[in-house]
């Protein structure tokens, strides 16, 4: 066999880095703080409801194509409940195997080869894998810091007359930005000159801090061309069930169920029941899903500050961004590092952005964590309170040089941070000099959370805080 075993569309690609770090925490046994899942289970009454569907025989054997009725229609009055936007459960709704699946069979059923995709950088990693699945050929627009706020005139520029959809995600993974209704306005304006279709990923959707959610379907001319994507996995944190949906026109969803059903067929029978139940809680747990973050996120903006990072605070989503250009460690060194010395997992950001051929104003390197807990060291204990957090959270900074000791230590029953870089945008560079590294707190292990921080993104969707 002289030719590579993988399909040439998905050379360079290999394990993902979610799955790569993720067998590293195992085999060092450490705190996987990199893979985006809560650190408790969604509401009992709603894994209650899983479970009886097992037992009672509900969605134990295939279920429909295009998912069961009682959840097809709990997304469409989700989607009129929220957002007045009415959707046929029996020809406009698809369940599918997370929204993950949902991306892949949107973009395999609607992108040929040659065909341009423009997506916003950073983005979740499987965009890339997917447009490649496709035959596409990414086109990225960078949201850079402060605000990573879409650039509407890059975007206008780069579309060309082989553009063949929009990839939007709002709110934003993994910048937290939430996309104005101005901008989407105008994206939609765009589109609709162009003739483009638009794919919406918006499994963040209730985890809004600043502004308003505005689905891009709601817009005028939109709703005709866009594909609307969005999971229960984020909103009632059972990321395991994969349950995610598309919705659309008939003709849109009719194209997508087209490659759906030969990807998965059909997934999850009875956590579906259990999800059309969790779509109809009341509104008061909706407002809690961004309300119960709002306090971790002030927490973690402000003992990171306190660090000495450059800390973003995030308009939505469960991710905090940080400038760690002054540490000096390349991107994805710091996070193996991190593994074997500090028993804490991260993702370095570089996957979540196009690496072949940049040039100096495409964006820069972005270095991300996701921090999936906040534990109280090694033994997982919760601070009993959010005060005394916010007080151990608080570091005490050590400026000595990176190479004078190694990036960070384990420190039995201390918080720690390690470090990662994030060159500028006119600077290619592998490093960005001597660095510092931080050390949070000197507390016991009973009372201070073990906050691991590496690199722009932290993940902060934890009940840790009391």
């Known amino acids: 066999m002289n030719r590579p075993l993988l399909n040439r569309r998905l050379a360079g690609l290999g394990t993902t880095i979610f799955a790569e770090m993720s067998e590293l925490a195992v085999a060092t046994g450490s705190v996987n703080l990199g893979q985006g899942f809560p650190d408790t289970d969604g509401p009992g009454e709603i894994a209650r409801a899983a479970a009886d569907a097992v037992m009672t025989g509900r969605g134990n054997q295939y279920p429909p194509g295009a998912g069961i009725p009682e959840l097809r229609s709990a997304i469409a009055a989700h989607q009129q409940r929220f957002y007045n936007l009415a959707v046929d459960p029996d020809c406009e709704v698809l369940v599918t195997a997370g929204a993950t699946e949902a991306i892949a069979a949107s973009l395999l059923a609607l992108v040929e080869p040659g065909d341009e995709v423009i997506a916003f950088e950073p983005y979740y990693d499987s965009y890339a894998a997917c447009i490649a699945m496709a035959g596409g050929v990414r086109v990225p627009v960078t949201l ?67 502004g308003e959610h505005v689905p891009v379907a709601s817009l005028p001319g939109m709703r005709e061309r866009t594909v609307t994507i969005s999971s229960a996995a984020k909103t009632f944190s059972f990321t395991g069930w994969k349950i995610g949906w598309v919705t659309g026109t008939r003709e849109l969803v009719a194209a997508v169920r087209t490659v759906k059903q030969f990807l998965t067929f059909v997934s999850g029978g009875p956590f579906q029941y259990a999800i059309a139940q969790a779509l109809a809680l009341p509104d008061e747990y909706y407002r809690s899903v961004a309300g119960g973050l709002v306090s971790k996120r002030e927490l973690m903006c402000d003992g990171l500050a306190a660090a000495g990072f450059e800390v973003y605070r995030p308009e939505g989503t469960y991710f905090i961004t940080t400038d760690i250009r002054p540490f000096g460690e390349p991107s994805g060194d710091s996070e193996r590092r991190l593994l074997r010395q500090c028993r804490r997992r991260a993702v370095p950001g570089a996957v979540c952005v196009l690496q072949e051929g940049r040039g100096p104003d495409r964006g820069a390197d972005q270095a991300q964590c996701f921090a999936s807990r906040l534990i109280t060291g090694t033994c997982g204990r919760r601070a009993e309170t959010a005060r005394q957090d916010h007080e151990l959270c608080v570091p005490r900074l050590s400026p000595v040089s990176a190479s004078a000791r190694p990036l960070a230590r384990t420190w039995h029953g201390k918080a720690d941070a390690t470090l990662v870089r994030r060159s500028r945008r006119d600077n290619n560079s592998s490093s960005c000099g001597a660095g510092q590294v931080d050390k949070l707190g000197n507390n016991s292990l009973k009372s201070i959370p073990a906050l691991h921080v590496s690199g722009l993104i932290l993940w902060w969707n934890t009940t840790s805080f009391g």
């Open 144 to 210: 850079r810091a402060p605000g990573f706020r879409p650039d509407l005139d890059e975007l206008s520029a780069a579309i060309t007359g082989r553009t063949r959809l929009i990839l939007l995600n709002s709110p934003h993974n993994p910048t937290g930005s939430v996309f104005t209704r101005a901008e989407l306005t105008t994206i939609a304006e765009l589109a609709c000159a162009h003739d483009l279709l638009v794919i919406s990923d918006e499994v963040y959707e209730h985890m809004v801090f600043t």
